[in-house]
Structures are given as structure tokens and as C-alpha cells.
């Protein structure tokens, strides 16, 4: 039979409600149901073919269209480049109050110490109360050399100074943590697209919460729009986050997600695998 | 933008000729719409307009300006119901007062410790803020910084027993002559078990007159379920939702006062000890509908 709007009107419903229900931001399920909806009318299934299942794959594919979109990105082939060339290699790390950049950073120098590359930290945090000590107990548990000055001096000069010291004493990767802001403080966010120009990062890392709801869409149009990103990580997927929130901001950013936080623990950081998110959610 | 949101949907009910039920349910429609880009849960949204449209479908014969009052008096209403009225929180000045602060990872917790000592203290109470975190790197030395940014002293012990320091201090404040006592906690959420279990013998054991729940003012749809875990296992008495300084307009913390059956209390707006308010349901609703 061919599939009417009629026919396919309660599946898409109950669609758009799993897909809200699994923390996808609510501009992305209307995108995800339209496209989906489009291709199912006037589409022909055999009497025997469930409407059901013919749905579930449109949606998967939609899905992987979604994910496989970005530009997929090696980090460890951009690194090696550089470190060949005897240049370290500099990350800079941003992202909203409270998602887990000082945390992530510490993750990240644990995977990259276990593939051999010297790291060292940048505490480009020079504001937030008890920000530095963080970062420095971070730096002592790993054995990382640290950066840093006195709290409200100049971000961007740590970061600079951290970069030059790479240089000097021949560190791989430089990683450069910076405050939590909101993406709405205009001068907050010119701070931050300042810290990246004078310290020119090779890569700009977005960590996002996976609990965020809708405004994680906010938060990373206005990072990318404002200074800039070229990767996400999400952290907190082991708050049993459905990971809805991968979806909303690869949608909205066009940008690959490398890696998700799933504790708060050093190895508590996976490669993220788009395939077993969609398994995820369509279970 | 949301602004335009509730407005529109309301000026395009009653400038139909004839209010029949299909533009109530569009109406409903939009109200869904609003609730849900504002990270409301989706069963609360779909349970909060069915109760709406119904009322409106009983009552549309009313003329447009009625209508309209009706239409946002009922919307304000259910919210209400959910949220809360204004509560303040008045403890004794007399005997001691014990807060325990709880919540996921990151909400915000440190932070309003010390603006809760801040705002206590100008209304005369005798402060004392323990750091009862002993996994954070840092946490101490970030509630130390903004203890004294706010005068106030912060007990802590450098033993790996959150309980044992949460007691110790509440008996090293009394014996300062303390009144009114403020314990931060490690972030937890509900899939740490131990954190839970700790989180519940850490109530049973100081006996806090509140639990404020944090929740950040980002959260989506999780935060039912994550409520939900924190009130089954401890006393949750109110709810303090933070980064409202932010787009966040906050439906997760209107789901959690649902999930917890407990009322908003307080609203943080901003990093600084200064940016704290009184909860307020007009201005939250507005902040959800526009
Ligand atoms: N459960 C869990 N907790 C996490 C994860 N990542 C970070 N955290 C916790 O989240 C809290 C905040 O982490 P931070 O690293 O301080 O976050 P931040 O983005 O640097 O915060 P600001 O610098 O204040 O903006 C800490 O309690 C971390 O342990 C994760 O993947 N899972
Ligand atoms: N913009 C904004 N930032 C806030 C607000 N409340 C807290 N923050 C920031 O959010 C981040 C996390 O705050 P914390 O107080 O460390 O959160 P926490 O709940 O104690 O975190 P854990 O102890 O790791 O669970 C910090 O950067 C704070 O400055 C707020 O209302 N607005
Ligand atoms: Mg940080
Ligand atoms: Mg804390």
C-alpha cells in the first residue's frame, strides 16, 4: 500500500515523544520527524512490510546522516604531525559553568601520557575560586608539569607562556583550560575569543553537559559562533544520560564529538562511537 | 524570544472569530511547544495541557478578553501548583539551624554555600559553612576562598570521612556560637550508589532541619528521574536552581520540584556571592512562558 499522512500520524507522534524523551533538544526531533516524514509519504511498503519497522530504519539513517555529517577527526594523527616537526601541539578547552573542562583536561592527559606524549597544563582559569588548585592537584596525581600565575591575572598570558615553555623544553601537548561562562556575557565571550587568539590553539574543544537540555543547542551555536570549536566532548553519560543530547548538538554545530566523559575518575573518558548511540536510543 | 512564544499563541486564540475546539487544541499545541523548549518534562507537559484544554474546552464561550485572562490564569495556575508559591525559609534565630546542600556534579553547590552564608548573614545569623567534599580536588580551598569572601569561617578535616566532618563541624559551630550552619557536599547523581548511600547516612547522622536540592538550570530531561533518586533518599525540603543568569529557562527544576514534591526556594543568577534571589513564581513562570 501507499503510506498516507493519515497512516503514518500516530507512529511519528509517539516518535517525537521517545525522541524528546531521550534528551534530544526539541528543534532537532522536529527536524529528525520532518525529514522522516517526507520520505514516508507516498512511499509504497509491501502489505506484509510492518509500517513500524519501515519507520525505525528511516529514523536510524537519519540518525547516522546526522553523526557521519561532520568532518570525523584523528586526534592523535594531528598531534603526531606536529610532534614530528618538533612543535607541541595546543588544545584549548571551553565550555559553559560546571560541565567538567578541569576534569576532562586531567582525563586527557592520561590518555595522552598512555600513548607516550609529554603533557603539560595551562591553568588559564585565573578567576574562579579554587580553580588553580584543582588544576594543580590534577597536575601532581599525573606527574604533569603546570603553568600558572596568580589568580586574576591575564588567561591569555598563561596560555602563551605554556606554549612557549612547550617549545623550550620540548613538550608534545599543551592542553589550556580556561573559566566556565555563559554564552550570553558579551564580554566574557570576548575574553575567551582573545585567550584563543593569542594563544592560537591548534585544537578548540567544546565540553558540553550530556544532562543539558535545549540549551545546550544555545550554548554551542553561540561558543562556535563566538570563538569557535572544532570538536565536542560531552561528559556525564554515566549519569545515565540517554545521550539525546549527542544528537542536539551535532545537529547544531555540524561538529564531531571525540570523546565522552563517563565518570570522575582519570580512564573515565571513551572514544565516541555514534553507532552505539543510535543502539542506545532505539532500545 | 520565548516572549513571543505564549503572547502569540494567546493573541492568535482570541483573534479567531470563533474560538472552536480546534483552536483551543492549537492553542495547547503551542502551550506543549513552549513547555518543551523550556526542558519541562514531557509526561508534566502533556499531563499540564490535557488538564488546561479541557478547562478551556468547557469554557469557550467566554468572550476574547476573557478568555485570554482565563487562558493565562490557568497556565500560571498549574505551574503553580508544581512549583510553589513564595516560601521563605525563616529558621530560629535561637537554637541551631543545620542546611545540608545536595545535587548532581557541577550544579553549583560550593557556589551557593556561600551565598546562602551571605544571605543569612545580613539577616543576623551567626554562620558556619562545612566543606564536607572529600573527592574534589580543590574543594576546600574554592569554599575557603569564597568563605572569606563572605566572612565566614569553613570547618573542614582532612579525613576521608564526609560524615565524620560534617559532625565534627557541627559541633566545632556550636561551640562558636553558632547559629545557623551551612554543609556542602560532594556532586552525585543517581546511578552512584555509594554517593547515595553516603548522602543518606550523612542526613541520618547531623539531622539537618533542610535539604536544598541544586539543580542546574540547564538540565533537561533528565531531571525528573535524578530528582526523583535524590528525594527517595533523603528529605528533600526545598530546591535552589542555579544559572538562570544563562538562556536556561529552567523547566528541569520546575520537573524537579514534581519529582521531589518540594518547593523552589531560591534562584542563583550569576557566579558572584551577590547573585542570589528569593524564589519568585511570577517571574519563574514568565521566564518559562514569556
Ligand atoms: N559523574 C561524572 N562527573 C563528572 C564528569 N566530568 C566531570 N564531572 C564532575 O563534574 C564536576 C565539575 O567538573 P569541573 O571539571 O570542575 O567542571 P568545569 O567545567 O571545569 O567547571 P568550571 O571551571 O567551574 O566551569 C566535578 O565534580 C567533576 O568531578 C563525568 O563524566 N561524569
Ligand atoms: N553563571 C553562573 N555560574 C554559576 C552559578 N552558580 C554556580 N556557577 C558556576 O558553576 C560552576 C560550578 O559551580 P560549583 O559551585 O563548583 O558546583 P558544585 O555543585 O559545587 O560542583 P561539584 O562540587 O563538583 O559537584 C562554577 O564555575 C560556578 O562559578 C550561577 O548561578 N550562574
Ligand atoms: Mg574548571
Ligand atoms: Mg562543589
Redesign the pocket.
Known amino acids: 500500500k501507499t503510506l498516507t499522512e493519515q497512516d503514518i500520524s500516530e507512529p511519528i507522534q509517539q516518535l517525537e515523544v521517545n525522541l524528546l524523551e531521550s534528551e534530544v533538544a526539541y528543534e532537532a526531533v522536529q527536524y529528525i520527524i520532518s525529514s522522516i516524514s517526507s520520505k514516508l509519504v507516498g512511499q509504497k511498503i509491501s502489505r506484509t512490510e510492518d509500517k513500524n519497522k519501515f519507520i525505525l530504519n528511516l529514523l536510524r539513517e537519519t540518525l547516522l546522516n546526522i553523526f557521519s555529517h561532520p568532518t570525523q577527526l584523528d586526534i592523535f594523527q594531528e598531534i603526531q604531525k606536529k610532534v614530528e616537526n618538533k612543535i607541541p601541539y595546543s588544545i584549548m578547552f571551553l565550555?559553559?559553568?560546571?560541565?567538567?573542562?578541569?576534569?576532562?583536561?586531567?582525563k586527557m592527559s592520561r590518555l595522552l601520557a598512555k600513548k607516550g606524549y609529554s603533557v603539560i597544563l595551562a591553568a588559564s582559569?585565573t578567576y574562579?575560586a579554587g580553580?588553580i588548585e584543582?588544576l594543580e592537584t590534577h597536575s601532581q596525581n599525573l606527574g604533569l608539569k603546570i603553568l600558572k600565575q596568580k589568580y586574576g591575572s591575564d588567561p591569555a598570558a598563561v596560555a602563551r607562556d605554556a606554549k612557549n615553555y612547550a617549545t623550550l623544553h620540548n613538550y608534545h601537548v599543551v592542553l589550556i583550560?580556561t573559566?566556565?561562562?555563559i554564552q550570553t556575557s558579551k564580554n566574557l565571550m570576548e575574553e575567551l575569543a582573545k585567550i584563543k587568539r593569542v594563544s592560537a590553539p591548534d585544537l578548540t574543544i567544546f565540553?558540553g553537559d550530556s544532562l543539558a537540555g535545549n540549551d545546550l543547542v544555545l550554548q554551542a551555536r553561540e561558543f562556535l559562533k563566538t570563538v569557535g570549536f572544532d570538536a565536542i566532548i560531552l561528559?556525564?553519560?554515566?549519569?545515565d544520560a540517554k545521550g539525546g543530547a549527542s544528537i542536539s548538538v551535532v545537529y547544531a554545530t555540524g561538529k564531531p564529538i571525540i570523546y565522552?566523559?563517563?565518570?570522575?575518575g582519570y580512564d573515565?573518558?571513551q572514544n565516541f562511537d555514534a553507532e552505539w548511540l543510535i543502539n542506545k536510543l532505539l532500545s | 524570544r520565548v516572549k513571543e512564544g505564549l503572547q502569540a499563541a494567546i493573541r492568535k486564540l482570541i483573534e479567531k472569530d470563533v474560538v472552536d475546539e480546534a483552536a483551543i487544541k492549537e492553542f495547547v499545541r503551542d502551550i506543549q511547544r513552549e513547555l518543551l523548549q523550556a526542558d519541562v518534562n514531557v509526561k508534566i507537559v502533556f499531563d499540564l495541557s490535557k488538564s488546561i484544554e479541557s478547562k478551556l474546552l468547557t469554557e469557550r464561550t467566554k468572550s476574547g478578553v476573557s478568555l485570554k485572562e482565563r487562558a493565562i490564569t490557568l497556565l500560571y495556575d498549574e505551574m503553580v501548583k508544581i512549583m510553589g508559591n513564595e516560601a521563605k525559609i525563616e529558621p530560629p534565630q535561637d537554637k541551631l539551624y543545620v542546611i545540608l546542600l545536595v545535587g548532581i556534579?557541577?550544579s553549583g553547590k560550593t557556589t551557593f554555600a556561600a551565598k546562602l552564608a551571605k544571605y543569612f548573614t545580613k539577616k543576623g545569623y551567626k554562620v558556619g559553612l562545612i566543606c564536607a567534599d572529600i573527592?574534589?580536588p580543590g574543594a576546600y580551598e574554592q569554599l575557603k576562598t569564597l568563605g572569606d569572601s563572605v566572612s565566614t569561617e569553613v570547618f573542614w578535616e582532612k579525613i576521608n570521612d564526609a560524615v565524620k566532618i560534617a559532625n565534627d563541624g557541627k559541633g566545632y559551630f556550636v561551640s562558636k556560637g553558632k547559629n545557623l550552619i551551612i554543609v556542602d557536599t560532594?556532586?552525585r547523581?543517581k546511578e552512584?550508589r555509594s554517593l547515595l548511600d553516603e548522602m543518606r547516612r550523612m542526613e541520618e547522622s547531623i539531622s539537618p532541619d533542610l535539604t536544598l536540592l541544586v539543580i542546574d538550570g540547564t538540565i533537561g530531561q533528565q531531571a525528573y528521574n535524578q530528582a526523583l533518586a535524590f528525594a527517595k533518599t533523603t528529605k528533600v525540603g526545598g530546591l535552589v536552581v542555579t544559572k538562570l543568569d544563562g538562556t536556561a529557562k529552567g523547566g528541569g527544576a520546575l520537573t524537579a520540584a514534581a519529582a521531589t514534591g518540594s518547593k523552589i526556594l531560591f534562584v542563583s543568577n550569576g557566579e558572584r556571592v551577590d547573585d542570589i534571589e528569593e524564589f519568585s513564581p511570577t517571574r519563574f513562570a514568565g521566564r518559562i512562558l514569556g
Open positions: 565550555g559553559i559553568n560546571g560541565t567538567g573542562k578541569t576534569t576532562t583536561i586531567a582559569d574562579r580553580a584543582q583550560d573559566a566556565g561562562r565540553v561528559t556525564k553519560m554515566d549519569a565522552i566523559g563517563t565518570g570522575q573515565d573518558i | 556534579q557541577g573527592y574534589r560532594a556532586g547523581h552512584e
